[in-house]
C-alpha cells in the first residue's frame, strides 16, 4: 500500500456542527502532516505529527484540534467552523526528514 | 518576500511542444521537491532533488544548488500533463516542512 487515504473527500457543514477528517497511510511513515489550501494558492501547512506527537502547530485557531491515535491514523476535528475555512484540507506522510513525501487526495470542506 | 518563486505563473503550449518551468529560492535548503495537481484534485510528488538531475518518462528535473535553481521540463507534452505544477523546498535544519511555491498552471492544447 503506496497511498495517502483521506475521507471524506467532499463535506459540507454548517457552522454549529462538529465533523472530523481522517487520514490513513499503512507506508510506516513516522510523519504526518496537514495542509490547508485555498483556490489558486499554495498549501499552506497546519501541523505536524512526528512519531505520533504533535510537533509543529503553525498557529491554527482552535476550531482545528488535530489528533493521531496511532502511526498510521491522522484526524483532523472541526467545530464551529467559519465560511473562511472552506478550502481543501490535504493529508501528508513521509518517512522522515531526509526523504519525500506522499500526499492523499484530499478533503473538499465547504462550511456554510 | 515569498522564499520559493515559480516561473511562468501560467503557461499554453502546443501538443508535443517542449516545455520549462523555473524556480528560485532564496533560503538554504536540504532538498527541492516538483508536485503536479490536477484540477480539484491532490498532489502527486514528482521529483525530490538536492543535487544534479533526475528523469522520469517524459519529465526531467534539475538542480543547481550554487544559483540557487531548479527546472522542471517535460517533453513532447500532452493534454494530459495540463495541470499546476509546484515547486517546493526543505529548509536543511531539523524542519519537517515544506516551503511552497505558487505554482505553474500549465495548459497542453491538443
Known amino acids: 500500500d503506496t497511498e495517502v487515504t483521506q475521507t471524506p473527500k467532499h463535506l459540507v457543514m454548517g457552522m454549529t456542527n462538529k465533523k472530523s477528517l481522517k487520514c490513513e497511510q499503512h507506508m510506516g511513515h513516522r510523519a504526518m502532516y496537514w495542509y490547508k489550501q485555498k483556490a489558486k494558492k499554495p498549501p499552506e501547512l497546519m501541523f505536524v505529527y512526528s512519531y505520533e506527537k504533535l510537533s509543529i502547530n503553525e498557529s491554527v485557531p482552535s476550531r482545528f484540534s488535530p489528533e493521531c491515535p496511532n502511526s498510521s491514523l491522522l484526524n483532523l476535528h472541526l467545530h464551529a467552523l467559519q465560511p473562511e475555512d472552506s478550502a481543501l484540507y490535504l493529508c501528508?506522510?513521509?518517512?522522515?526528514?531526509?526523504?519525500?513525501?506522499?500526499f492523499g487526495s484530499g478533503t473538499r470542506l465547504t462550511v456554510v | 518576500k515569498n522564499e520559493v518563486e515559480q516561473s511562468p505563473q501560467n503557461l499554453t503550449a502546443q501538443e508535443g511542444e517542449f516545455i520549462t518551468i523555473n524556480c528560485s529560492y532564496s533560503v538554504g535548503i536540504s532538498a527541492l521537491h516538483w508536485l503536479q495537481q490536477h484540477p480539484g484534485g491532490g498532489i502527486v510528488s514528482l521529483f525530490m532533488?538536492?543535487?544534479g538531475k533526475k528523469k522520469h518518462g517524459r519529465l526531467i528535473a534539475t538542480i543547481n544548488i550554487q544559483e540557487k535553481h531548479s527546472s522542471l521540463h517535460i517533453t513532447a507534452s500532452h493534454p494530459r500533463d495540463s495541470a499546476v505544477y509546484i515547486c517546493a523546498v526543505r529548509a536543511p535544519t531539523g524542519a519537517n516542512n515544506l516551503f511552497f511555491g505558487t505554482g505553474t498552471r500549465l495548459t497542453v492544447i491538443p
Open positions: 532533488l538536492s543535487s
Open positions: 501528508a506522510s513521509s518517512p522522515g526528514t531526509a526523504y519525500g513525501y506522499t
